[in-house]
């Protein structure tokens, strides 16, 4: 073993790959002239077509496209012919391509990229092409696209409207395939696998790993703003702005080396639960593993599975494991060593990639397969006083992905991240040897399931600062996303934001009221708020507001929007097709006032006394969804102070969904009379004790919006009241 | 038996009873001054409680009260109290009084009138009040309601909005109560009742019947045209216009007498269900009965039972029955004749009364209580060369009560007369001797069920005429009667018609079109036509106009609306509050080409081979409702005759409920590709082979009730297509 390895040695001796054609710089989009970007284009194209195909030389024979790497995914034929199948596909729905090219090939090769179902991957449903028929299409793809690079129009810069933005999707594309698809390879049985020169293993195998410290990251802001156009080509969850305040931390110098982890192995942390979350300890006993993937184990000797190669451990290299390994070495470590270390967040290795200036560092890391073809000393690559900031393998962080403020999908790719804002995909950072484009664009984010393996491995941190680890998700309840929609989203049809003009009213009636417009101490309870638009409105005029919903899923959305200042929904276009929206209590001029609601879940007809000695009263849309709404009516007088004004509206709709027709205050004919009773009838009786009606009943309309060609228009009964 | 009877001398010698001031004269409403129109009301209300209360002096004693005349329905006490109750009810809701009266008794005494369940009828459910306290509520209404009228503000002429029309509603309604009340009395074991000096029952008992004989009634029309403000008080169905001409036919001179009608009796009549129809004969079977209800055998005599009487069987007088075995007679009658011998149609019995001239005569009628609290002989009361075409008894007719033109309901009492409307009800006509007020004011309509008894009995006439026994009923299908209003009734938030604007939008095209624009011989499709609007707005243009629709429920309406030229609807207003509507074709310009269309039931998916040779096709918010969308759009060129126009117009409401997901035309992720797919894409591609589109997708928007506050509101995108 080799134990006077130097760093500095390191990177000035080995570079042996950088001057083969393989090596790629990502296209700078917002700069140049048309005829000069078109051939930088096309040769971008060409190269990274050539590279994917070079990659899939190093499958022994044809067979081995038809093994499968891993139960759950399709054998290795399926990914050759996917990416072409993906430029076809995208430029067909951007309407660059006037038909398919293949469209038995590509109606193998579209779906499946991740991880399947037992059932979907049933060989009998799948009748592979063979490998030959896949490279004639490719090439004849690669014929395709090249003619639409030379033919079609486009002006700089260029952004997500212009047609060679699907080029460039399909490239970058084909780009991460590149690396998904060499750990699938890296997953092949031995033998199905040939070494190749293009793609070298690092010879440094058998140095000793240096021991690892923390090293101070001072405290510092993360501030991004990313928006289309940008200098290059960028997927959706890259897009928009993001500001952090980052406290100082402490990071390990090093990614932890297989040395490292085999401390952890040794300790025991595979079997003990302790240092496993409840997800790390499905995933553990369901494998069941006892030390990372790619390790093996013969004759009591440990090896290292590479891509290509099956090497003796090289102890040095960084150890290559899933979140949950990682994240359970961390918790072991903090075990042994008294100290709080975990994996960074997002922000804590963006912190620590502008600290350690690991950008200028790039060009000598081991990344952008400009070194090798496999992982490297943990003590090769520096940027400042750390090492492999960036490259050599993806480094976890304890960040699940999350859309950044202003987020957009791209029309043409509307499920590449969205899927992913689960809380259950979590970012990697830094890159691996094989990340090129995009990847290392410096403003990607990848994420993946915690249990999937890729060229990653992990740096620990010291720090007391929380991590944000649940963020919100699409809200994809139908009916709540339809409130959000209609509490904050567009107006149709020209009907005014209904809780908007509610709202306003309300405030309009108290401001001129005798007993209240001097006020400025002005309690409000909003029953049955739903998503909660009326009370932040409220909130700007009334000095403290309570929103009560019975609904846990509706106000939840309220309770965020007041927290975070954002909700994020989907709702639908046509079909299934969804539309993505977010939307932000500060656009709507409603975020400095949000802190004076108050948003509780409560049952309306059958409110705690708590609920007392407010000015006004609203309930607007609730009569006809309670169970009792009579109780509600006779209930309420006592909650107002003297003078109070309750507001009430509906649209009357009785439904015994959700009123038992018993309980209905309008809308039958008496079981006692025969006649029939109208709901506002029976209000103004219910409420003729303790109040006197103002004005007249209004009609106010809603819409309710259902797909973007359907929706509910509703007139809503607006009646005021004054507590005698 | 006196034989000698002469109807001369018993109209001179009879009306004993006419100084009594229980007679009544209908209330003229159109004219007069305020202040003596205020006080002929007063004394008409006072006269109507008088008259009622002095009915129940009939009864021997109080429990009289509580006994069952019959098993379905409520004791007299329930009817007692229950004119008073539909005073404060009607009152109340006309908001003329400011609160109930006596809330105990109005809530047992409201509902109850007609035959009910055995269920209802638990005698556990009532605790009756005493015969006195509805002496004394009646008293405090009778007090409340003079106090109304003395002091109500109101103008002439009292019409249906008058504060004095729900005066006028309680003192007719009590005025139909004391007759049906006289029946229940009827009903009642002889002990329970007692003959009394106001209710004299006719001495003219021991005559012989005559020999009755078919009379010619000339041909002649019907014309009514009522409306408001008429000059009686009247109820809703009486009001609205109907034309008709009436053939010559032949009527009975009399009314079937107790001796004719015993005849049918004595043959075996009621054995013999060939003279019965299929409700006829399972009224027969589950009663069962062997004569009229109210004949009595003693000893092999025979006697009848009257209000307060039971009297040795008159056989003079008419035969009271039902109007089954009404018809039965008229069966085996026409069966012994060999003539066509039936009951009359209502307009046969309105051209025997204009004939005779019969109001002429209706002061010497057996009605009003003018004359006798029983029938009298049939040969006593002439009119012209008929006897008793006004009073005596009601007559059946085979006609069931349906809407004149223009009907509506009045809003104080919206089920008097509409839930009669189901064919099951037939009309009967003239009155009987305890007919009073509106029912014998010569516009009235009373209707029962066919196996209801009444003071009622019949005449028959001779005639082949076709009589009308099904009339359209209210559409009370919930989604057919929303696609009425839909198609045929009003805008809402100012969007037009949509069926109107397609179909001018298709005869805008066609009448442009280079290769139809010079013919007059256009046949044009429609599939998907529901209730038939667009197909009646093509008539207009096109030639000839076929109309297809999957659903029975809904072409039916079509066909109803090309047959009648109407049809009636109910939609909801509030809860269970239903809207009565009426849509004619002929209001909507569209009744003079309704004949050049054609409705046929047919699967749009599965469309037979004879629908071919179109110029034009339309399917209009159909192909998201097709179970196989993409097999019409397949099937359709060849039915288009060359350089024929398809239409569609769909909204792309995908839904499973209709349309299983793998057939969707769009709004779902490809299944090969992974993409989005667009229904407008798929439509293009399915049609391109053999249309080209006309001009740009445009949006047509439509609006669907749901109740009188909540609507849908969609946009359509409409293309249009030509044959190649």
Sequence with gaps: METAFSADVFNKSLPINQQCN??????????????????????????????Y????????????????????RHPLIFYFGHTATFFTNKLVLAKLLPKRINPQIEAMCAIGVDEMSWDDLNDAHYDWPSVQAIRNYRQEVRAAI??????????????????????????????????????????????????????????LQDVSAPNNTLLTVTAGDININHQDPAQYYGWDNEYGKHHAHVQAFKASQYLVSNQEFFEFVEAGGYENSQYWDEEGNRWRTFS?????????????????????????????????????????????????????????????????????????????????LQMYASSTPVNGCAAGDFFDVIGNVWQWTQTPIYPFDGFKVHPLYDDFTTPTFDNQHNIFKGGSWIS??????????????????????????????????????????????????????????????????????A????????????????????????????????????????????????????????????????????????AFKEQKLRDLGL????????????????????????????????????????????????????????????PYSWDETFTQKENWLGGYKDGQSGENVHTLESIEQLLSPDFAMLGAPQDIPFVIRETQRKFQHTMSQLTLWKKR
Tied chains: 1, 2.
């Design 22 to 51: 393989l090596i790629s710089h990502n296209i700078v989009l917002n700069h140049g002239d048309v005829e000069s970007k078109r051939a930088e284009i096309k040769s971008y194209f060409n190269q990274t077509f050539d590279l």
């Design 436 to 505: 090129t484009g995009n990847e290392i664009n410096g403003h990607s984010r990848y994420a993946f399931r915690r249990h999937f393996f890729q060229h990653a491995g992990f740096r620990y941190i010291e720090s007391k600062a929380e991590v944000q680890t649940e963020f919100s998700t699409y809200e994809t309840d139908g009916s709540v996303a339809q409130y959000c929609e209609f509490h904050y989203g567009a107006e149709y049809f020209n009907v005014p934001n209904f809780a908007k003009t509610y709202a306003q009213h």
């Design 146 to 203: 090249n003619q639409l690079i030379d033919q079609v129009e486009f002006t700089m810069p260029i952004n997500w409207q212009s047609p060679l933005w699907p080029v460039m999707m399909g490239i970058e594309h084909e780009r991460i395939h590149l690396e998904t698809s060499s750990v699938l390879i890296r997953q092949l049985p031995i033998e199905s696998v040939l070494p190749s020169p293009l793609f070298p293993l690092c010879p």
């Design 53 to 72: 195909e070079a990659l899939f030389e190093t499958l022994a024979n044809d067979e081995a496209f038809y093994l499968r790497p891993c139960s759950l």
């Design 507 to 578: 405030i309009n009636i108290i401001s001129t009221d005798r007993d209240f417009s001097h006020r400025a101490d002005l309690r409000v309870l909003e029953v049955g708020c739903s998503v909660g638009r009326a009370c932040f409105e409220l909130a700007t005029y009334f000095n403290e507001v309570t929103g009560l919903d019975f609904s846990a899923r509706f106000i939840r959305i309220a309770n965020q929007l007041q927290t975070t200042g954002s909700v994020l929904y989907t709702i639908p276009q046509e079909g299934e097709i969804m």
């Design 591 to 650: 975020a400095k006032t949000a802190s004076k609601c108050e948003f509780l879940q409560q049952d309306a007809s059958n409110m705690k006394p708590i609920f007392t000695g407010y000015d006004m009263i609203i309930a607007v849309n609730l009569l006809d969804r309670l169970y009792e709404p009579k109780k509600f009516l006779q209930d309420v007088a006592h909650r107002l102070n003297d003078g109070g004004l309750l507001m009430l509206a509906s």
């Design 288 to 368: 069941p593993v006892k030390h990372p993937s790619f390790w093996l184990q013969k004759d009591n000797k440990w090896y290292l599975r590479c891509m290509t190669d099956e090497i003796a451990m090289p102890w040095s290299w960084p150890a290559e494991v899933n979140f949950h390994e990682a994240a359970a070495f961390c918790r072991w470590k903090a075990e042994q060593t008294g100290k709080p270390i975990r994996l960074p967040s997002e922000d804590e290795w963006l912190r620590l990639r502008d600290f350690s200036q690991a950008l200028d560092y790039q060009d000598e890391a081991n990344c952008n």
